[in-house]
T-cell receptor
C-alpha cells in the first residue's frame, strides 16, 4: 500500500511566521502535490513536483513556495503566514509514466493561523 | 472556470438502498476519471476509477458509469452502509497530465 505521511496533523502558528509543512511518501513516486481544502471550495492545487528539484505552480500558488530536494520528500512553505491561509493542507503522490494512476493522499494537516 | 461539477451537495439515503452520485465535466480532453471518499480530519481515499475506453467499472459495492457523449459520470453504491457516510469527490484528468481537476464534493449520509 502507498503510504503518504504528513508530519503534523494539527498545527497552530502566528501571523507573519514562516511555516513548513512536510510530506514523505514511501513508493518512489515521481509526482507529488500540495492541495488545500476549504469548505465549499473542494480541493485546490497549490504546487506540484514531477521530479527532484522540479516544481510547477498550481491554481493558487500565491503566498506559498515548495521544496523537493529528495524524491520522497515534498515540503510546502508559507513564507509569511496570514489568517487566510488557515485551512486543511493535503499532500499527495502519484507514480510517473503515462499510465493512468490515481493520486494517493496523506491524512492532512489542519493549520490554524492566529 | 470549474471543469468538474458535482451538483446536489448532500444526499441522505437509508441503509441498504442505493446511493447515486453524479458528476459532469466540460473538458473533452479528459479521459481518466476517479472517485475519492473523504472522512472528516482524514485525507481523501481513492475509491474507483474509469478510463474513457470503458463505460462501466465495478469494484464490489461500487460501480462507476461513464457517458462520454454527455460528459457525465456517476457513482453507484449498493447496498449503502453507514460506513459510507463521507464526502465523495469526483476528479478527472487527461492522458499524460499530472493534474487532477476536482469537483467540490458531495456529502453522503447513510441512515441506519
Amino acid at each position: 500500500d502507498v503510504k503518504v505521511t504528513q508530519s503534523s496533523r494539527y498545527l497552530v502558528k502566528r501571523t507573519g511566521e514562516k511555516v513548513f509543512l512536510e510530506c514523505v511518501q514511501d513508493m518512489d513516486h515521481e509526482n507529488m502535490f500540495w492541495y488545500r481544502q476549504d469548505p465549499g471550495l473542494g480541493l485546490r492545487l497549490i504546487y506540484f513536483s514531477y521530479d527532484v528539484k522540479m516544481k510547477e505552480k498550481g491554481d493558487i500558488p500565491e503566498g506559498y513556495s515548495v521544496s523537493r530536494e529528495k524524491k520522497e520528500r515534498f515540503s510546502l512553505i508559507l513564507e509569511s503566514a496570514s489568517t487566510n491561509q488557515t485551512s486543511m493542507y493535503l499532500c499527495a503522490s502519484r507514480a510517473g509514466g503515462h499510465s493512468n494512476q490515481p493520486q494517493h493522499f496523506g491524512d492532512g494537516t489542519r493549520l490554524s493561523i492566529l | 472556470d470549474q471543469q468538474v461539477k458535482q451538483n446536489s451537495p448532500s444526499l441522505s439515503v437509508q441503509e441498504g438502498r442505493i446511493s447515486i452520485l453524479n458528476c459532469d465535466y466540460t473538458n473533452s480532453m479528459f479521459d481518466y476519471f476517479l472517485w475519492y471518499k473523504k472522512y472528516p480530519a482524514e485525507g481523501p481515499t481513492f475509491l474507483i476509477s474509469i478510463s474513457s475506453i470503458k463505460d462501466k467499472n465495478e469494484d464490489g459495492r461500487f460501480t462507476v458509469f461513464l457517458n462520454k457523449s454527455a460528459k457525465h459520470l456517476s457513482l453507484h453504491i449498493v447496498p449503502s452502509q453507514p460506513g459510507d457516510s463521507a464526502v465523495y469527490f469526483c476528479a478527472a484528468t487527461a492522458y499524460g497530465n499530472n493534474r487532477l481537476a476536482f469537483g467540490k464534493g458531495n456529502q453522503v449520509v447513510v441512515i441506519p
